[in-house]
């Protein structure tokens, strides 16, 4: 086999979706965040363990470990003994209620600015997100 | 808890040339670091002084608490799979054989499985075998051999992407399971960076960066666009590296960036790129200590 052509050939490690430039425990701890809000993780459901979730993003356990123990540290994820980790009661309540808190910063200032950018005014932008694919499909806005 | 690799004022002299200046770090026990440079950088001397194979000039090294240098009781808990392995005039069936009599956690099943995917003939001699199969050969021993302190000098010589995929795949399922102490020396970072929990950075000799990986990632940002804007951004940050073409301009600073960094950025019509742990590792070498706000030993 020729050195030349075998190696360094950039080959990226797929980390189902996680990627290099922000700490992977955080965005361990962010999916499993999302997947508590979106109700995919129910409350009182048990959470993927650490040896899980690292075959999972292929990390190494401890990072996968650290990720978990974001959510137990922000009340989360409790630990029941000897059996594993579980979403607490409460849950998805209070990340819903923190990403409300959070939307305007995260979405809206980044959309208005876009938008002034553009030459878009307030009244266009209203009309355009009333007609925008996700209200048309019945989402309440 | 003892280090399992404790190493203080190593260094290594050939001819008057310094192959190890001053290196000092303790390697906690349970944990997978990347030992990260350029070639020639020292990465293998490194390795094989801790090994046993080679004497330091100066300075010293323990393994598992003890020198490991003609100690079998060391030599037995460690194995060190490099990229040159000699082996004698060998079958692969009796490498491993002899690997599986020396190490007493050795998993005949492991290496059993790992000789099928790897695809190695175990009745070819091993100097009649290619340079992929030769590392493939040292990683299925270098892994079933379960050793508490398990050094890899770039063990993907000639090996393919598939096959490389399957190491850091089989690493990984294997010390999950029965977790030890790695040192994975590579200059293809991208590949392990998941695997890593700490990397080392060594360049001429020296250390120059000793972090935990995940501190590292998002540690810097790439800012550019309109140049005027860039210099807006970046005044009173820390930045280095950067690059112009007419009016615009790509800088990188030094930094996490919070909600209001990305807002003003967004205003500013500039784009944010985070660094990746092989761009930063790129960078660490010979760039100022207060580049990368993580712990930087060695002056």
Redesign the interface.
Do not use: C, D, H, S
């Given at each position: 086999?020729?050195?030349g052509t075998?190696?360094?050939?950039?080959?990226?490690?797929e980390?189902a979706g996680?990627d290099?430039?922000?700490?992977?425990?955080?965005q361990v701890a962010e999916r499993l965040a999302d997947e508590i809000a979106d109700g995919g993780l129910g409350e009182g459901e048990r959470v993927p363990s650490t040896?899980e979730l690292?075959?999972y993003?292929?990390?190494?356990?401890?990072?996968a470990a650290?990720g978990i123990g974001m959510l137990t540290d922000d009340g989360l994820v409790e630990k029941r003994r000897g059996i594993g980790m579980f979403v607490a009661d409460g849950a998805r309540a209070r990340l819903l209620g923190e990403r409300r808190k959070?939307f305007a910063?995260?979405y809206l200032?980044?959309l208005v600015?876009?938008a002034s950018?553009l030459g878009v005014g307030a009244d266009e932008l209203a009309a355009m997100i009333r007609e925008s694919s996700y209200a048309q499909k019945g989402t309440r806005i | 808890m003892t280090p399992a690799i404790s190493v203080a004022g190593l260094s290594r002299r050939y001819r008057g040339q310094l192959a190890l200046d001053d290196i000092t770090f303790d390697l906690e026990p349970w944990s997978i670091t990347g030992l990260l440079g350029r070639n020639g950088a020292g990465k293998t001397t490194f390795m094989r002084i801790v090994a046993g194979h080679e004497f330091a000039s100066a300075g010293t090294v323990t393994v598992l608490g003890a020198c490991p240098v003609e100690n079998e009781t060391v030599l037995r808990r460690m194995i060190f799979v490099r990229e040159d392995q000699a082996y004698p005039d060998f079958r692969v069936r009796h490498a491993v054989q002899a690997a599986s009599w020396f190490y007493p956690n050795w998993s005949h099943e492991l290496a059993g499985a790992l000789l099928e995917e790897f695809n190695l003939p175990l009745d070819r001699k091993v100097r009649k075998l290619s340079r992929g199969m030769r590392s493939a050969l040292g990683n299925v021993i270098g892994l079933a051999a379960r050793a508490e302190v398990t050094l890899f000098d770039e063990p993907y010589a000639g090996l393919d992407p598939v096959a490389r995929q399957l190491f850091y795949d089989r690493l990984l399922a294997d010390y999950t399971e029965h977790p030890r102490t790695v040192l994975l020396s590579t200059h293809l970072i991208d590949e392990a960076a998941g695997l890593l929990e700490r990397v080392i950075v060594i360049d001429r000799g020296r250390i120059v960066l000793n972090a935990d990986a995940d501190d590292l990632r998002g540690a810097a940002t790439s800012v550019s666009g309109p140049a005027i804007a860039v210099a807006e951004f970046t005044a009173g940050r820390s930045v280095w590296n950067t690059r112009r073409i007419a009016a615009q301009e790509s800088a990188v600073v030094a930094g996490t960036l919070d909600e209001t960094d990305r807002a003003r950025a967004a205003a500013l019509h500039l784009r944010l790129e985070p660094l990746t742990l092989q761009q930063l590792v790129v960078h660490a070498a010979g760039s100022p200590p207060e580049i990368i706000g993580a712990e930087r030993t060695s002056a």
């Open positions: 086999m020729n050195q075998t190696e360094g050939t950039g080959l990226l490690r980390m996680l290099e430039g922000a700490p992977l425990f955080v040896n690292a075959a993003y292929r990390i190494n356990p401890a990072t650290k959070r910063e995260r200032e980044p600015a876009e950018r | -």
